[in-house]
């Protein structure tokens, strides 16, 4: 008989790289919290006051929010599968590996894709989506909030205007977005989105906030096929997470207490604070990073604060340098996908992990791991120039 394996005793990471990020020590305590029934009326309260934090950090307040069981794929799934029929007519704005994410799923429902792609790295302008939709009659428009294999950040409301003159439904990938950066689900004019609980929420990956306006409920109904996937179906999901909570599946009930716990704390820190801290500590790593003589791939107006994406200096190999960190001093960085694979780290600053002490122990061990590659790195250049950033903050 093999032998039983040795109890659990995973390493303590300091994880800054795209998710998952660092979980809350609250968020963890909810979780161990005792396990009710997915239909306990105790957890039927969970259930509603998670949906009300869900609406305010999404910042809707007529859409219905709520977790689907599941990594933000799921969620990315859920929606796509809810609104897309096969011979729909769908365009997909693509940035990054996420937005090709979002077409491949579209073929596989059997939509009529049409692609809008710019290279890595930049922003899709409205009049590319205008020029794809060519008036024609579409279903969905779907485009990514914060792209997580670049770190750009996509503005939505004019391409949420550029569909509805056709009267699409506008999807947006809220992943690395939502808890990090504004995200205002009315203002824009978007119908769906999803996220999940491992980037700015600091919840360990399982859930996938979505969040479905009435004029996307509305399409959901008058479909005129069942929805593909039974899991998935928002009509079903809605009928137990809203209404007459009749029993879909068996929810995972401390997942939701965890994801409830990480929303109370960010609303307890105020989300105008949460998003300038992570702004500020992003500043900071910025500097710091250039200082060391590093280049930002994104430029300035699209970085978003929360994933930051850096060249890789030449003669160095970027799987040693994450495995260097990895392995003396217990520090995940991600590395490139997509066309920014081999040339990038991608660097997360996100929710709990956003912090000043995180961002000086990246910088001081970077320099310690580009040394012994061989790169020239100003001692101490880095901690300095972001020292200088949180000084000039603190003195307004």
């Not at 995973?10 to 029934?37: D, I, K, N, Q, W």
């Not at 700015?200 to 859930?207: F, I, K, M, Q, Y």
């Not at 992003?282 to 930002?296: D, K, Q, T």
Request: hydrophobic share 45%; charged share 20%.
């Amino acid at each position: 008989m093999d032998p039983i394996p040795p109890q659990l005793d995973p390493p303590s990471r300091l994880l800054m790289g795209p998710g998952p990020s660092p979980v809350h020590p609250r968020v963890l305590a909810a979780l161990s919290a005792p396990t009710v029934g997915h239909l306990d009326p105790y957890f039927l309260a969970i259930m509603d006051e998670t949906r009300t934090l869900l609406q305010r950090l999404f910042g809707t307040t007529s859409a219905l929010s709520f977790p689907v069981s599941g990594t933000g794929s799921a969620g990315m799934e859920a929606c796509l599968a809810n609104a897309v029929e096969p011979g729909d007519r769908v365009v997909i704005a693509q940035n990054g590996v996420f937005g090709g994410r979002m077409a491949d799923m579209v073929e596989r429902l059997g939509g009529d894709l049409v692609r809008v792609e710019v290279p890595f790295g930049q922003a899709i302008d409205p009049e590319r989506v205008r020029a794809a939709i060519a008036n024609k009659p579409t279903k969905l428009v779907g485009i990514v909030h914060a792209e997580t294999s670049t770190g750009v950040a996509q503005e939505l409301q004019e391409i949420a205007q550029v569909a509805h003159e056709v009267e699409a439904l506008l999807l947006a990938d809220c992943v690395t977005s939502l808890g990090g950066i504004p995200v205002a689900l009315d203002t824009w004019g978007v119908d769906l989105a999803y996220a999940g609980t491992q980037k700015c929420l600091s919840c360990p990956p399982g859930l996938a906030p979505v969040s479905f306006s009435q004029r996307a409920i509305e399409a959901i109904r008058t479909r005129r096929h069942k929805v593909a996937s039974w899991y998935l179906d928002a009509t079903l999901l809605l009928n137990y997470w809203s209404g007459e909570r009749v029993y879909h599946h068996t929810a995972p009930v401390n997942m939701v207490y965890g994801l409830r716990e990480a929303l109370r704390v960010v609303m307890q820190e105020g989300l105008a604070q949460v998003y300038a801290r992570h702004q500020l500590h992003h500043r900071a790593l910025v500097a710091g990073l250039e200082a060391m003589g590093l280049r930002m791939l994104v430029s300035p107006p699209l970085r978003l604060p929360q994933l930051n994406t850096v060249e890789v200096p030449e003669g160095v190999d970027d799987v040693w340098l994450r495995r260097t960190l990895l392995d003396d001093f217990n520090i995940e960085i991600g590395g490139g996908l997509g066309a920014f694979k081999g040339k990038a780290l991608r660097i997360g600053l996100m929710g709990h992990g956003a912090r000043r002490e995180h961002v000086v122990t990246l910088l001081s061990a970077l320099e310690s791991v580009l040394g012994a590659a061989g790169v020239n790195v100003p001692g101490g250049a880095g901690v300095h120039a972001a020292n200088q950033v949180w000084h000039a903050a603190a003195s307004r």
